[in-house]
């Protein structure tokens, strides 16, 4: 029998392994900034074109690399931060697996420029494909200079499930953002097709963070450092009224690295328990240093993930870190570290007035819990499909009308034509067969967000202009994006004006919007639901008009008048698909009156 294993060449080889570590443009950039921290630099300078996918160079002024060191560089498992396999248990280093470079080579075209202090020239190295194309000597400033053009160029396959530039962008600027913030001693530029992103000049944690993310997060950080023999926590947590509902502005880091952990993160959340609700997430900037052969960071190639050796001393300490430094600044009672889980209580809590307040949110807290069991009740009661959008008239004709009230054409002693709320959350109207139980927040999405594209489709300008136009702030990666989504916005009746750099003005809000809602809220919300929805693979507009639509639609709480819930029922049926909300949701279930009985008879 021939013979049947055999090694694989070193491109395919390279390609197998950038599976791991190059998913996306975001990878590369991750990759070689940790190169340059790596190599000493307190220069950074990255530049982007087309959100990475055309171009991404980092120029740093470290110590630089060798002529010998330049081309072993992108060899499989060559690496200047290990020796031995003890070493894998005592890093220090922001890489140490050797893999980066070769496979970054293996699927894009890369050219590399770099010089030692002790060298008067450079060396320059270019690869495509695995393959080393060039080695000569070359002028060049101290450090590296590497740049990585036309990524997956070789493989197509890989290049058209990159998703939308703006997506690509997005995920590029995270990790950019964890190491910025990770290293705030550093100098970092950023620019993206030609244009300044960031200019982070060197400055400590907490001035690198308003730089980052903008100067509104300052007054919503509470300090938190505590120390003890094996551990050391840290960096800032955000005031309880900072909170979101989306997980972002959330930064946890070991020895520096930027990692994932839902569970420490619950540990984080739990100290925040009974000052936020339970749908909102705080913010935080955390640094733990712990002994590196207390954690194994050789878990994942992306090396976001760590294992703890003592885990539930970790979770603890974390919790316990944070709600004292909530206390210490008379946000929270103040911790009895004697006692777990018990606090002092503030001086004026006992007050008659902060009791009833207590006392009106435990009943708020009852009143959700509530309808969170009745949603369950219902939950998989839907019959109607929206495979087919032609079955619209169905519900339609299923509707009662006054001329079937004036036939009799149903038991009307019974029945009346008017619907109801329930819960201040949803719409009862009766139909013929039975009775539809609709989400008045998901209608109202779906019928402002088919009115906001109708709006970009016949450029008409709906909106109520601001007499008092409101300033603005975002950071340099929120600035980007609602650039992209300005215009658009304005056809749906949002003007937004710039104002100097990362600075708005906001001139008007759609038609029919709150007048006192908070504007800095409402931008800071959409463009984050925009992210999220053009990760749905939503259309650019479709996005835009699904983050708008779920910030105009009336929420669920709101009390709504008969007029009000019948003009809900017509507008909702009227849409072009009545069923779902932009983001797929249902917006009705019906119950039939033949189940209705089968559950009375069971």
């Known amino acids: 029998m021939a013979d049947i294993i055999q090694l694989l060449p070193d491109s395919i080889a390279n390609q197998i392994a950038a599976g791991e570590v190059v998913q996306r443009p975001s990878s590369i950039v991750k990759e070689l900034m940790e190169n340059a921290i790596d190599a000493g630099a307190t220069e950074v300078k990255v530049i982007l074109k087309d959100a990475g996918k055309s171009l991404i160079q980092v120029v740093d002024n470290g110590k630089g690399m060798s002529d010998t060191d330049a081309r072993m560089c992108f060899e499989r498992h060559a690496t200047s931060k290990i020796r031995t396999a003890e070493d894998l248990f005592s890093i220090h280093t922001m890489g140490f697996r050797g893999e980066a470079l070769a496979s970054i080579a293996g699927v894009a075209k890369v050219d590399l420029v770099t010089r030692t202090i002790d060298s008067d020239v450079a060396a320059n190295v270019r690869v495509e494909g695995s393959k080393i194309t060039k080695q000569e000597i070359c002028q060049g400033s101290l450090g590296t200079n590497i740049s990585v053009k036309n990524l997956f160029y070789n493989v197509p396959a890989r290049r058209k499930f990159l998703k939308s530039d703006p997506t690509e962008y997005k995920h590029s600027l995270d990790e950019i953002y964890r190491i910025v913030l990770s290293y705030p001693e550093i100098k970092f530029s950023i620019f993206h097709n030609n244009n300044s992103v960031l200019t982070l000049p060197a400055s400590n944690l907490r001035q690198r963070i308003v730089n980052v993310i903008g100067k509104s997060v300052n007054d919503k950080l509470v300090p938190v450092e505590v120390e003890t023999d094996n551990l050391k926590l840290t960096g800032f947590v955000g005031k309880p009224e900072s909170s979101k509902k989306s997980r972002g502005d959330q930064y946890l880091f070991v020895n520096r690295r930027f990692i994932k952990s839902n569970y420490i993160n619950h540990a984080i959340k739990i100290a925040y328990e009974d000052l936020i609700a339970s749908d909102q997430t705080p913010i935080y900037f955390l640094f733990l240093d712990i002994d590196a052969s207390k954690i194994d960071v050789n878990v994942h190639p992306t090396k976001q993930e760590i294992k703890f050796e003592e885990e539930r001393l970790i979770y603890n300490y974390i919790r316990v870190a944070v709600r004292h430094a909530l206390g210490q600044y008379s946000i929270t009672p103040v911790l009895d570290f004697s006692r777990e889980n018990t606090f002092t209580q503030r001086s004026n809590v006992g007050t008659n007035k902060n009791a009833d307040l207590y006392n009106a949110s435990q009943k708020s807290s009852l009143e959700k819990e509530k309808l969170k069991n009745w949603e369950q ?226």
């Open 377 to 602: 009740i219902y939950e998989g009661m839907i019959t109607v499909e929206p495979e087919n959008l032609n079955a619209t008239s169905k519900f339609q004709s299923e509707l009662i009308t006054d001329e079937d009230e004036k036939r009799n054409t149903y038991n009307s002693d019974v029945i009346t034509n008017r619907p109801y709320q329930i819960h201040n959350a949803y719409v009862i109207n009766p139909i013929k067969s039975g009775f539809l139980i609709i989400d008045q927040q998901r209608a109202m999405e779906r019928i402002y967000y088919e009115e906001f594209l109708e709006s970009i489709k016949n450029q008409e300008v709906l909106a109520q202009k601001k007499l008092f136009p409101k300033p603005i702030e975002l950071s340099a990666a929120k600035s980007e994006v609602i650039h992209s989504m300005k215009d658009h916005l304005f056809c749906m009746g949002l003007e937004i004006e710039e104002f100097g750099k990362n600075s708005f003005i906001i001139h008007s809000l759609p038609s029919g919007m709150e007048s006192n809602i908070d504007e800095s809220i409402l931008i800071e919300e959409l463009i984050s639901q925009f992210q999220e929805n053009v990760d749905m693979k939503l259309g650019f507009e479709e996005s835009i008009a699904a983050s708008l639509a779920s910030k105009k639609a009336t929420k669920r709480g709101k009390a709504l008048e008969p007029v009000e819930m019948q003009i809900l029922i017509d507008k909702l049926f009227a849409c072009e698909n009545p069923f779902t909300n932009a983001h797929g949701n249902k917006c009705f279930i019906t119950m039939e009156l033949d189940e209705l009985k089968k559950r009375f008879n069971s």
